[in-house]
């Protein structure tokens, strides 16, 4: 299975300067091919595609010179991106999809990661630093050991700072076995209710820093676009916001460290996040995109790969309607918060109830016979 380690890197000044150099260089690049592709099909009616494209580097390394600075895997990257980007834009299309949006261009200091697909060749680990094809050796903080096959590298920018992201390539390693299951239902005013009765409470990261981020963004309204005060205000802003999601983060990680420590058997919902903000309001969008559902269950996902738990997510409808003490359906909208049955007498919490008729449903789905939650 495939993991990735994050470690700081601390560049020298010279170094920092030649991989901003490279990021833009990339950044050229990648404008250039979509617009290639773009007057292509504008002018021609033809769809190019990566190979393509993939083609025209030599001469554009011919007209730019300072292309050479960057090695050709890090610059076939950069086209593949390009390729992604229109093939996630096709999809949508196909799809129906209301707001499709068309690859953008990037702008000045709007790239910020180098790919090498390929380790060993123009990037390597030796002890403390990681050798870098056109930049030199660039010393890595590794606060944690680096363990597996290391299969790819990614050398990133955030807010100033550089890391590296391992993709590496190990072996699962099996928690001790658990028989405890557990049926997960996440919701907005607590982010998790489990089926024995316990809660995840809701952080609300967004809210923590909304008054530094509101005094942020009323003081970069105020200020003249390309000023020097304007400039620190958005680097301020991305802070902020920096701020929130490392929290958020943290947060994922720390409580699906707990899940998978304890349950052998984790069922979630298979939440369709996009479909369900397609609703229109802002209010409940911007919480669901503050609490990340998402990201957590992308979290338990790997978590539980890697410590050989078992994770089931099944299909969603009519978990809150339900009773999951008979089975028959009980309507009931939103603002009813407690699932009262009127054929069986059932009467707990909905987002309990729920919990409940998941981890059943994710029981029925695994074959098993017993049903008791």
Known sequence: MRLTYKYRLKPTKAQQRQLELTLELCCWVYNETLATRKQAYEQRGASLNYYDT???????????????????????????????????????????????????FKGF????????????????LHDRMLLISKIGEVKVVLHRPLKGEIKTVIVQRQLGKWYACFSVEIEPRPLPVSSERVGIDLGLKTFATLSNGEHIKRQRWMKRDAQDIARLERKKSKLRIGSLQRQQTVLALRHAYARATQRRTNFAHQQSHQLINRYGLLVFEDLD???????GQKVINRNIADVAWGQFVQYVTYKAAEAGRELVQINPRGTT????GCGKRVPKDLSVRVHDCQHCGLKIDRDLNAAI?????????????????
Request: proline share 5%; hydrophobic share 35%.
């Open 54 to 104: 993939a083609k025209l580097l030599p001469e554009w390394k011919a007209a730019q010179p300072e292309l050479k600075q960057v090695h050709s895997q890090v610059l076939q990257d950069v086209q593949r991106r390009v390729e992604l980007a229109f093939q996630a834009f096709f999809r949508r299309v196909k799809q129906g999809e209301k707001e499709v949006g068309y690859p953008r």
């Open 109 to 124: 200091g709007r790239y910020d990661s180098l790919t090498f697909p390929q380790y060993g060749d123009a990037v390597r």
């Open 273 to 279: 996040i996009q479909q369900m903000q397609a609703n």
């Open 321 to 324: 309607q339900s009773c999951s």
């Open 357 to 373: 008729n998941i981890l059943t449903r994710g029981i029925t789905s695994i074959g098993a016979t017993d049903r008791d939650p």
